[in-house]
């Protein structure tokens, strides 16, 4: 396994498809985002973060001026990314262009991944509550089939690492938005919640395959070696990112 990130079993299959999310070692940023940080609204030095984008880039044989990314503003607004550059106003990001690589930045919420290899398509999106209460996963597999002619039952789809159900303690208000499966009461009137397995679900009522449906087994929150975790280090962290994009030839 590479140290500074991991990727989803199905792109073995697909060698036009690169996709991944970060792990949060082999960086240059110092505490308390030790130290492979892709957050711009850290507090973190913008030439670290310039830096740490040179070091995945040149691992990936891209460069970084090939990235794509969202503002990430916890709404469900996919946008088509037509060229590289920032996208703001969005949470998920779509493409059939091949060279250009989207990504979401996360340190508990939920990225996904959807590729439909024959329209050798792609999107990612940003999954926290709320975009999950939004189906931001169903809207952006709808996206990818209005744009690109993408097919639900043709796709495959990734749910990389956020903060498990274990660890994910919510209030009441925001437990009533998801079904009652997905969380269970804790003594004190609060609730623990699982949003990967809301999000599976999403993806399959969208028409994916169970069986093309992957989900990553490490939880943010308890991974600390690995990952950054808004909720555990009190906000005072970095940010891993997830990309996705098709290989140029």
């Known amino acids: 396994m590479d140290t500074l990130f991991y990727s989803p079993a199905f792109t073995k299959a697909c060698s036009h498809l690169t996709a991944l999310q970060t792990f949060r070692n082999g960086g ?6 030790n130290s492979l940080n892709f957050g711009d609204n850290t507090g973190d030095n913008p030439g670290r973060i310039r830096q740490n984008k040179a070091i995945l880039c040149n691992k990936l044989g891209i460069s970084p001026r090939m990235l794509a990314t969202a503002g990430q503003v916890h709404g469900t607004t996919v946008s088509p990314a037509r060229t590289p550059g920032h996208y703001e106003e969005c949470d998920a990001l779509i493409t059939n262009t091949a060279g250009i690589f989207l ?95 809301v999000n599976w679900l999403q993806l399959s009522d969208a028409g994916i395959p169970n069986q093309n449906i992957e989900s990553s087994p490490y939880c943010t929150f308890r991974d600390n070696a690995q990952f950054f975790s808004y909720r555990r280090d009190s906000g005072k962290t970095g940010r891993m990112l997830t990309i996705a994009g098709i290989t140029p030839p």
Not at 28 to 33: I, L, Q
């Open 103 to 197: 990504c979401i930045q996360t340190a508990d919420c939920f990225p996904l991944v959807i590729h439909d290899p024959v329209s050798r398509s792609v999107g990612v999106a940003h999954a926290g509550w709320k975009g999950s209460a939004g189906k931001i996963a169903a809207a952006t597999v709808r996206e990818l089939g209005k744009h690109f002619g993408a097919e639900a039952h043709n796709c495959f789809a990734w749910i990389g690492a956020g903060i498990s159900g274990a660890a994910y303690e919510v209030s009441s208000e925001v437990a009533v938005r998801f079904p009652k499966e997905y969380s269970s009461p804790t003594p004190d009137g609060r609730f623990m919640l699982d949003l990967a397995a």
């Open 28 to 33: 240059t940023s110092p505490a308390p985002w």
